[in-house]
């Protein structure tokens, strides 16, 4: 029940926060603390039973809930998680924190009801990471955007509304057609077996229906959108651009991975053949999208669409490395996922202080910060240091093993993935050129940073250097989910 316990605690911990911000907004940002607090320690509690996983049959999940709910038409509560998804959890509770450090400035109203809105997406997400029930998980879909909307259109900046509603409807579209794929595949399922169910579980023993590739494309169409890949991007940034920067670090540390974990979770394992035939479709997407990326952030005056559209480029490899068909390019993706979690949140928890600072995003106006706060711009160094992939960082590893895996699946992909680096230096050394270095554009005063935001930065650069030293200590948790995974869809009997 510690998953339920979770979820039960994150909701009512943002009752409590909205209750609390009524009286003061310093209430509200400590409840939140103290509810993350409860769920990460009930989070940490189940990775000792990551030790005892094998991916065989039965011993899968570090921790299952599997309830009745509404039996007449097959649906029901059932949670449960296995190392991968526990990673994944982790780094949202995670994330939650710093969410709520780089707004304890720049929130000043309706405080209570922002904190209200941030714990209930991350609730979301965490039912997103451990709903096994099918339609389950479509309602913690939803449960993660409608929030995640108010957070953006409420406390954004000046076209929130019109970025808000743009994220809607890309979001809530795409999500249509993955209900109504999933609904499909249960009534397909229920013609063959008479069983009417919606349990992952149960549908994993389908046998492939005709209409199979276009089920996996109403899923993969959904979670495409999520990740974001092109053609499907222009949601993203939009949203990062406008939101606040704790909506800044969700979307790119925790939503976007939404999208890769549907990849991995649903699409691969429900329609193993249909996504095999779609594999040179969705490797010249996920080139695409990082090279296409690439360049659209090169040629951004923005600090916040810069790095959104390097998140589109970073993603792309997420992408690449699920459809990539093997387990070293497998590991890479979930690498990435980790690690850009991490780099880019911060680099976008960097742009929200400088604009709180300077009062502007763009690159022009902040030339020579470096000499009036080289605290701060050594700290933004490093995550750009990162963020192109630097040896001993996170990166580095998943980006390295996602090409590697590629080369082993398609020479001509690598090379064409491999592009997308190169292009990542450039527009990250511009970065740093335009904004850090160069002639003084103005000399408004610029503070360094505090011991609040010390503090989050420290954390995130001991979390990106962790993944990049000891990446076999992550790799080592998620092993058993990808082990499960490839006896599910039978990753070498179904290599060409």
């Known amino acids: 029940m510690t998953l339920a316990l979770i979820l039960l605690v994150m909701l009512l911990g943002g009752v409590a926060a909205a209750w609390a911000g009524g009286g003061s907004p310093r209430a509200a940002r400590v409840v939140a603390l103290v509810t993350l607090s409860v769920a990460s320690l009930l989070a940490v509690t189940l990775l000792p039973g990551v030790s005892h996983l094998t991916g065989m049959p039965g011993a899968s999940w570090v921790s299952e809930v599997n309830l009745h709910w509404i039996p007449r038409f097959g649906i029901g509560f059932h949670l449960a998680v296995d190392g991968f998804s526990l990673l994944l959890i982790l780094l949202t509770l995670f994330l939650g924190f710093i969410c709520v450090l780089v707004s304890w400035e720049e929130i000043r109203e309706r405080v209570g009801f922002f904190h209200l809105n941030l714990l209930w997406t991350l609730a979301g997400v965490v039912g997103v990471f451990s ?10 879909w939803e449960v993660m955007l409608v929030p995640m909307y108010f957070l953006i259109s ?12 743009k994220f809607f409807i890309f979001t809530q579209a795409s999500s249509l057609l993955m209900l109504i794929a999933m609904v499909c595949l249960v009534l397909l399922h229920y013609d063959v077996t008479g069983h009417l169910t919606f349990d992952y579980l149960d549908l994993l023993q389908a046998q492939p229906a005709p209409a199979s590739f276009w089920l996996m494309a109403g899923f993969f169409i959904a979670f495409a959108v999520k990740l974001p890949t092109v053609p499907w991007h222009t949601w993203l940034p939009d949203a990062h651009t406008q939101a606040p920067t704790a909506g800044s670090v969700i979307l790119a540390g925790v939503l976007l991975k939404t999208g890769g974990y549907g990849l991995v979770r649903f699409v691969i394992p429900l329609f193993p053949d249909a996504a095999l035939a779609f594999t040179p479709g969705a490797m010249l997407l996920g080139i695409t999208g990082i090279l296409y990326g690439a360049l659209l952030a090169f040629a951004q005056d923005d600090f916040k669409r810069l790095v959104a559209y390097s998140s589109i480029s970073h993603m792309g490899f997420v992408l690449v490395g699920v459809f990539a068909w093997n387990a070293v390019a497998l590991n890479g993706a979930v690498m990435q996922m ?11 928890a960097m742009a929200g202080l400088l604009q709180h600072r300077l009062h502007t995003r763009d690159m022009c106006a902040m030339g020579g910060l470096w000499s009036r706060a080289p605290r701060l711009c050594a700290v933004a160094l490093f995550f750009v240091v990162a963020s192109v992939g630097m040896p001993g960082l996170g990166n580095f590893i998943g980006e390295f093993l996602v090409l590697w895996g590629t080369f082993q699946h398609s020479v001509p992909a690598a090379v064409f993935a491999g592009l997308g680096l190169v292009v990542g230096a450039v527009y990250s ?27 989050l930065f420290a954390a995130l650069a001991f979390a990106i250097l962790w993944l990049g030293l000891v990446p076999n200590a992550f790799l080592a948790i998620a092993d058993p989910s990808l082990v499960w995974l490839d006896a599910q869809v039978s990753f070498r009997g179904v290599l060409p």
Not at 154 to 165: F, L, N, Q, T
């Open 154 to 165: 409420i406390w954004g900046h000046e076209r929130r509304a019109y970025a808000a509603m």
């Open 131 to 140: 709903a096994l029930d099918l339609f389950l998980f479509f309602v913690f």
């Open 338 to 348: 980790l690690a850009h979690g991490i780099s880019t949140s911060a680099l976008f």
């Open 429 to 455: 050394l511009r970065l740093v050129q335009r904004a850090f270095h160069g002639p003084d554009a103005a000399a408004p005063p610029l503070a360094e940073l505090d011991r609040r935001e010390l503090s």
